[in-house]
C-alpha cells in the first residue's frame, strides 16, 4: 500500500510538472524570467541603464521613469545586433529607450535578419531583415597651387563616412620643405589635416580630426590643410514584445545625428602681409541614419513617440576667405536615411 502510494505520488507529481511545462510552452515568449538578475526592471528619474546590443532580455515588467534611460550599447560585431526585449507583464515608459548604436562599419550596410523566440525562448524563427545605410563622408580639398607659388598636399579620402582632411600647402619660396597630403579618415576617427613640415624645428602642425569639427589650418609662409568632420550616429535594430499594453509619454530614439562640418582654414596675417594661399579644408562627415524599431503589444495603440530621423551631412570647411589663392573645399558630407517603426497588435 505504501509503495503504491508512492506511485501515485510520484505520477502526479510528473503530471503537474508536465502541466507546467505544456502552460509555459502555450504562452510562449517572453516568461519574465529576468535578464541580469533584475526581473522587474524599474529605471528612476536621473538613472541610466544599460544592456548590451544584441541582448535577449526578458522581464516580468518595465518601467521607466520621466527622466530615467535605458541605454542600447554600441554593436561590437559580436553576433546578431538586433535587440531583444520581452515583458510578460506592465510596460510603462515615461522616459527614454535609446538605441543609437550602429555606427561601426561592420555594422552598416547589412540585412540583419531579425531572429524571434520560440516558445522555449530561443532564437530560431526568422522573421524579417532591415540594413543600416550608412552614407558617405567628404573627401578633403587639396591644398592651393594656384600661381604655382605654393607646394600644394592632396586632400585626404573619406571612410565609412568619416570626412578627409584637407592638404597642406608650402611657399614655394622658402625654406627646404615636406608637404604632407591630408590624411584619409578611419573607422574610427575622421582624416587629420596635412601639415609642412620645415628643416627648423617648430615649424609646423598637425591638426588631429578627433573631434565632431576638424581643427583649423595654420596661415603663415605655410598652411596646414584642416581636418574632416566626423560621421553621425545611427540608429539601431530593436524589437519589443509586450504582452500587455505600453503606456506611458516616453520616448525611444533611433534617429540618426548630424554629421560634422569639416574644418576650416581661417584667414590670419603672417607679419602684417596677408598670406596669398591656403591648405585644404576638411570633409564633411555623414549624416547618420534611422534605425528600425518594431513593437508587438496588447490592448490600445501606444502612445509612446518613436523617433526614426535621419541626420544631415556635414558640411565641408570653408576655404574661401583663408587668401587670395585659397586651397579648395572639402567635399560635403551625404545626409543619412530616415529609418522605420511598426507597431503590431498581438490579436
Not at 550616429?233 to 534617429?255: C, D, E, P, R, Y
Not at 490592448?299 to 585659397?326: E, H, M, R, W
Request: aromatic share 10%.
Amino acid at each position: 500500500m505504501i509503495v503504491t502510494s508512492y506511485k501515485y505520488c510520484c505520477l502526479f507529481l510528473f503530471t503537474l510538472v508536465c502541466l507546467e511545462c505544456h502552460a509555459q510552452s502555450s504562452s510562449g515568449w517572453p516568461f519574465g524570467k529576468g535578464y541580469q538578475s533584475i526581473k522587474f526592471l524599474h529605471i528612476t528619474k536621473g538613472v541610466t541603464y544599460h544592456i548590451p546590443c544584441g541582448a535577449e532580455a526578458d522581464y516580468d515588467s518595465i518601467e521607466i521613469d520621466k527622466r530615467g534611460k535605458l541605454v542600447i550599447d554600441d554593436y561590437t560585431g559580436i553576433g546578431n545586433p538586433w535587440t531583444i526585449i520581452g515583458c510578460k507583464g506592465s510596460f510603462i515608459l515615461n522616459g527614454t529607450i535609446e538605441v543609437q548604436n550602429m555606427n561601426r562599419e561592420y555594422a552598416v550596410n547589412i540585412n540583419w535578419q531579425l531572429m524571434l523566440p520560440d516558445s522555449l525562448g530561443n532564437k530560431t524563427i526568422p522573421f524579417f531583415s532591415y540594413k543600416i545605410i550608412q552614407g558617405q563622408g567628404g573627401n578633403g580639398g587639396n591644398g592651393s597651387s594656384t600661381g604655382g607659388i605654393a607646394y600644394p598636399g592632396l586632400g585626404g579620402l573619406q571612410y565609412n563616412g568619416n570626412g578627409g582632411g584637407g592638404g597642406g600647402t608650402g611657399f614655394i619660396y622658402c625654406c627646404p620643405r615636406q608637404v604632407d597630403t591630408g590624411g584619409d579618415a578611419n573607422d574610427t576617427m575622421s582624416g587629420y589635416g596635412g601639415s609642412v613640415t620645415y628643416t627648423q624645428p617648430n615649424h609646423y602642425k598637425k591638426t588631429p580630426g578627433v573631434g565632431l569639427y576638424g581643427n583649423n589650418g595654420d596661415d603663415m609662409e605655410t598652411a596646414t590643410g584642416a581636418s574632416g568632420g566626423t560621421r553621425g550616429k545611427n540608429g539601431g535594430l530593436l524589437f519589443i514584445k509586450a504582452m500587455h499594453s505600453v503606456t506611458g509619454q516616453g520616448t525611444i530614439n533611433a534617429s540618426g545625428t548630424n554629421g560634422g562640418n569639416g574644418g576650416e582654414v581661417p584667414f590670419t596675417e603672417a607679419s602684417g602681409i596677408r598670406n596669398v594661399f591656403s591648405g585644404g579644408s576638411g570633409g564633411g562627415g555623414a549624416g547618420g541614419s534611422g534605425g528600425y524599431v518594431y513593437i508587438k503589444y496588447v490592448g490600445v495603440t501606444p502612445t509612446i513617440t518613436i523617433n526614426i530621423d535621419a541626420g544631415k551631412g556635414g558640411a565641408g570647411g570653408n576655404a574661401d576667405f583663408a587668401g587670395v589663392l585659397p586651397g579648395q573645399i572639402g567635399g560635403d558630407g551625404e545626409s543619412g536615411v530616415a529609418g522605420k517603426f511598426l507597431f503590431d497588435r498581438i490579436k
